[in-house]
């Protein structure tokens, strides 16, 4: 268990999801109009520390990361750019920030047998957080 922490081995197709997720999340932010975003998904940890534990510069509990410190083989070339049709559009600045970190899951509520409201039990859940700044491609 400690040498699967120390050096994960998500399988391939595990990683492309929570990729594909961040990957997502970060094309909305770019297509919005504020200039500085924070993108927040849910994203497991193993895959989280497979791509980025040995990548970019500690800042508190943020790491700086460098365009070339995401892995070409899950974030293609231009994946970090959104553009129209006549090629103008927007991208992320780098560095970007990134962190790790676990949160609750959003309260919710059910019904009890004898008729009452009562909030349901809360999950743990793992997410990246990721801030940038956009600037025209």
Not at 68 to 84: E, N
Not at 89 to 106: E, N, R
Request: aromatic fraction near 12%; include cysteine.
């Amino acid at each position: 268990m400690c040498r699967y922490y120390q050096n994960p081995k998500p399988n391939k197709n595990c990683v492309l999801k929570e990729v594909c997720r961040l990957r997502t999340a970060v094309c909305v932010a770019l297509k919005n109009p504020r200039l500085r975003k924070v993108v927040t998904v849910e994203f497991r940890e193993d895959v989280f520390r497979f791509l980025f534990k040995t990548r970019g510069i500690k800042q508190g509990n943020w790491q700086l990361l460098q365009q070339g410190d995401f892995s070409p083989t899950f974030f293609p070339l231009d994946w970090h750019c959104v553009l129209d049709l006549h090629g103008q559009g927007t991208k992320m600045l780098f560095p970007v920030k990134i962190k790790q970190f676990i949160a609750w899951s959003p309260k919710h509520f059910h019904a009890t047998a004898n008729g009452n409201v009562a909030e349901s039990a809360r999950a743990f859940q793992e997410k990246v957080s990721l801030s940038f700044i956009k600037v025209a491609a």
